[in-house]
């Protein structure tokens, strides 16, 4: 499998605890599409990539400030200029009040056939204390505007840990978005990340985080919640309904190949050795160097053996499947048992795996004290 990311680095306003690249705008300049198809001309005509695509996937940023023409000419491009298969799963992020009724018409018209909604709570006086610039109606009103359209396969993102949340309240929204049937739910802890307003606010106390056992008990009851609404856990923070695991974020957790377009996109394929790229981060520089018939990378990492093979455990164990046994050996040639016998034996202690024929695997205790399992295979 492998996968298309591009990145859409504009919003109306940055949220308060967001560190992604990207930039304060009211829609998403021209100038900004033409380098784009640029980059994306120059990738193809270089011919390293993947013999076929089953993802392309929208992320920002808000992807929805996007006019229907621009998406139409993005999605054209990348149609032309990749082998992209039958029945490929192609993504948008979406943000509630920024995707008017007539976009998604568009969006839906041009090949787009997955939505992720970022709703986060329920709540509006969280919403604002995170910086969020919409209501819950206006979620509720993107949501059936998206279905209205043919969007039959939705994700929407929500959030524990927000300053000043509830227990009741992060159930609340749960119980909301499982009532409404979508088909997939990504439901992520807060994370306080520096040089944020967020961060500032709780660093000079202005703002106060629930404390770290309330945090637990929220996860705790999210992921007893939403397997009871007949969302089954495949990843940490990902549940859905059979069927509609998000096929490009599958392709990351199993260190696919995927090529990224935009400022400050990511990609990696495999030339000889596993070879990982990254973008510029800055608008000025990412538009100029392409205006010059230059790729705009700031990094080019061929990775040793041994790398390759821990970003394949690291990821791998995201998942609540785990590791394919039979995978990791056809593609290293050593079982991952062989490879990482100590890691294995000090999780074996802490009772925090599963291991069968089939696949390695942290169990839920595991998961929620990941880092300090993937600190044994470093």
């Known amino acids: 499998m492998a996968g298309i990311y591009l990145h859409i680095p504009f919003c109306i306003r940055k949220c308060a605890y967001c560190d992604f690249v990207s930039f304060a705008n009211a829609g998403v300049p021209d100038q900004y599409i033409d380098a784009l198809l640029t980059e994306i001309d120059l990738v193809a005509r270089a011919g390293e990539y993947p013999a076929a695509f089953d993802t392309v996937f929208f992320g920002g940023g808000t992807p929805s400030l996007l006019t229907g023409a621009q998406m139409q000419r993005i999605m054209t491009a990348v149609y032309e200029k990749f082998p992209i298969r039958d029945g490929a799963e192609c993504s948008m992020e979406i943000n509630p009040g920024t995707a008017a009724r007539e976009h998604l018409e568009a969006y839906r018209n041009a090949g787009i056939n997955r939505l992720s909604i970022g709703l986060q709570s329920t709540h509006d006086a969280l919403l604002k204390s995170i910086g969020r610039i919409h209501t819950s109606a206006q979620f509720l ?84 919640y939403l397997e009871s609404r007949g969302y089954h856990r495949y990843e940490i923070s ?141």
């Not at 990094?299 to 046994?325: Q, S, W």
């Open 141 to 224: 009103d993107t949501l059936n505007a998206a279905r209205e359209t043919g969007f039959d396969n939705i994700n929407v993102d929500v959030m524990h840990g927000l300053p000043g949340q509830t227990l009741a309240q992060y159930q609340d929204t749960l119980e909301t978005v499982c009532d409404l049937q979508v088909q997939h739910v990504s439901s992520y802890a807060l994370i306080l990340e520096e040089h944020t307003p967020l961060y500032a606010n709780i660093e000079s106390g202005i703002t106060k985080l629930p404390d770290e056992d309330l945090i637990a008990d929220m996860q705790d009851m999210g992921i007893d």
């Open 238 to 378: 990902n549940f859905a309904r059979d069927g509609f695991e998000c096929r490009h974020n599958l392709n990351y957790w199993e260190n696919g190949e995927y090529l990224g377009f935009g400022v400050a996109a990511h990609a990696v394929v495999r030339r000889k050795h596993w070879t990982r790229y990254a973008n510029v981060n800055t608008l000025d520089e990412y538009e100029r160097m392409l205006k010059r018939g230059r790729r705009p990378l700031a990094e080019t990492i061929k990775l040793f053996p041994a790398d390759e093979m821990f970003e394949c455990v690291m990821l791998g164990l995201r998942l609540t499947r785990g590791i394919e046994r039979k995978a990791f050996q056809k593609r290293f040639g050593v079982d991952v048992t062989e490879a990482y016998s100590d890691a294995l034996e000090q999780l074996r202690k802490r009772a925090w795996v599963i291991e069968t024929d089939n696949a390695i695997a942290l169990n839920r205790k595991g998961l929620d004290l990941q880092n300090e399992a993937l600190g044994f295979f470093m």
